[in-house]
């Protein structure tokens, strides 16, 4: 089973869509080729807001106070009911470009997944900034990117052309909102839903193989 899934690394419900993901896997029992496309929730932001994440929600969004804490704590509480930590008042949001140019540089060494992981983490529960540069090197190597590869792609636009297909790609697809999951090509999850739902998709799919049904984002029917 292949799985096709845009999302940001600064995306609160990406990082606990991919977890409900994983857990619908294990339950299932079902193994997955997963790719990692990218997609950036705002292109045009800074490498670094130099506020805390709720002000940036106020900047960006218009939410007064009061909303953006609420709706901070209802992604706070969401991670954490999947076992996730999402240290909002420490998060560093920023620019993603670059974060997305070496996870395709992860992608084209085997290590999409290992880099992909390694930047949400340091987002969500490390605090660091994923718009720097610099703290992008230390967290590519860490993932097992070479210094070198790293380097070059920093330097350059390396990339770059990666990341606009997977974003036209999004676009031609009618993907306006992320994490968003593609099933071989067939079968669509938008959103975060609940593991059931992961499950009953990710099995309506493998019965559709084994019965020679096809598929589409609203169901299977029998060829």
Not at 3 to 22: A, N
Not at 46 to 63: D, E, I, K
Not at 164 to 171: L, Q
Request: aromatic share 8%; proline share 4%; charged share 25%.
């Amino acid at each position: 089973m292949k799985i096709d899934i845009w999302s940001d690394v600064i995306c609160p419900f990406c990082t606990i869509g991919k977890r409900k993901l994983e857990l619908a896997l294990a339950q299932t029992g079902i193994n997955a080729d997963i790719e990692w496309h990218s997609f950036e929730l705002n292109p045009h932001a800074p490498p670094s807001y130099g506020m805390p994440l709720p002000g940036v929600l106020h900047t960006l969004y218009g939410m007064d106070e009061d909303y953006a804490l609420g709706v901070l704590a209802h992604e706070e509480a969401a991670a954490r009911a999947v076992g996730l930590e999402f240290r909002w008042r420490d998060a560093k949001p920023g620019n993603t470009f670059d974060a997305h140019r070496l996870l395709h540089l992860g992608k084209s060494v085997g290590l999409g997944g290992v880099v992909k992981d390694r930047f949400l983490r340091a987002y969500f529960s490390e605090g660091q900034e994923i718009g720097n540069p610099a703290v992008l090197r230390v967290l590519a190597q860490e993932a097992g990117l070479e210094a070198a590869a790293i380097d070059e792609v920093l330097a350059s636009d390396l990339y770059a052309d990666a990341v606009r297909a997977d974003e036209r790609r999004a676009a031609e697809l009618g993907i306006r909102g992320v994490p968003y999951f593609l099933i071989d090509g067939q079968m669509a999850i938008a959103g975060a839903q609940d593991v059931t739902e992961f499950v009953r998709v990710l099995q309506a799919r493998q019965n559709a193989d084994a019965r020679g049904a096809t598929c589409d984002s609203s169901g299977c029917a029998l060829s």
